[in-house]
């Protein structure tokens, strides 16, 4: 919106491109009107199942952006920046024993996910979109939803989790999530487990349809065929 003070002092609301308002800057107009134009950063999620081509889209997505003269930010959770809470997160999920913590209950591993997304949401995610960048993000609360109920956590205690991080993230949705998926993994899984968590995506699906853009995108034949029928939905 073009927020403008009259010479009267009377404030107006003017159409504008933009929603979101986190960079600011005035221009004098004209007849003592002041208009202030704002920016608005631009978050794309990408979910969805384990082995079913996530992150090599998402990659090519962030490589789209650029080609289109965007400043695209690639983020993943937990993450796996050094230094970072995400990095230490992301060796314990991959590999527990080697910190002592085996066995490790479902919802204290969740609860070490959330830490890690916390991190990045308030230190690195947050303060790109308010610059006004572009932020691409792989994985989002819903795989602690998922992954932690087929993983045998009580939904009660995840949903207060994700209650910490929905806070920490204010008033930024994402501008569209892409929930890729397949009806077989690329590599070897557990055919059982894979299906619930598969299940567990569509019913994230149908549960967040209407808060913001979701895209059911399936992968069954080219990363390039996926990426253009993302590109084809894509507000940039």
């Not at 107006?12 to 491109?17: A, L, Q, S, V």
Request: aromatic residues 8%.
């Amino acid at each position: 919106m073009l927020h403008c003070t009259t010479r009267s002092g009377k404030e107006e609301t003017r159409p504008g491109i933009h929603q979101h308002a986190p960079q600011v800057c005035s221009r004098k107009l004209f007849g003592g009107c002041t208009m202030t134009l704002t920016t608005k950063g631009q978050l794309f999620v990408f979910e969805g199942v384990d082995a079913a081509g996530k992150s090599s889209i998402s990659a090519r997505f962030v490589d789209w952006l650029r080609s289109q003269g965007k400043t695209a930010e690639p983020f993943s959770f937990p993450g796996n920046f050094p230094g970072t809470i995400g990095d230490l997160v992301y060796r314990i999920h991959h590999d527990r024993a080697a910190f002592g913590l085996d066995p490790l209950t479902e919802s204290s591993l969740q609860t070490l996910h959330i830490a890690a997304h916390l991190d990045a949401i308030e230190a690195r995610i947050i303060p790109s979109l308010e610059a006004g960048k572009t932020v691409i993000l792989d994985r989002y609360w819903w795989s602690t939803r998922v992954y932690g109920v087929v993983g045998g956590a009580r939904a009660e205690v995840l949903d207060k989790l994700i209650e910490a991080e929905q806070i920490a993230w204010g008033d930024w949705l994402p501008t569209a999530l892409f929930c890729i998926g397949r009806s077989t993994p690329l590599r070897d899984e557990p055919l059982d487990r894979w299906s619930r968590w598969k299940d567990g995506y569509d019913a994230m699906i149908r549960k967040e349809s209407g808060r913001y853009p979701i895209h059911s995108i399936q992968n069954e034949s080219s990363i390039e065929e996926c990426l253009s029928e993302i590109t084809s939905c894509c507000p940039i």
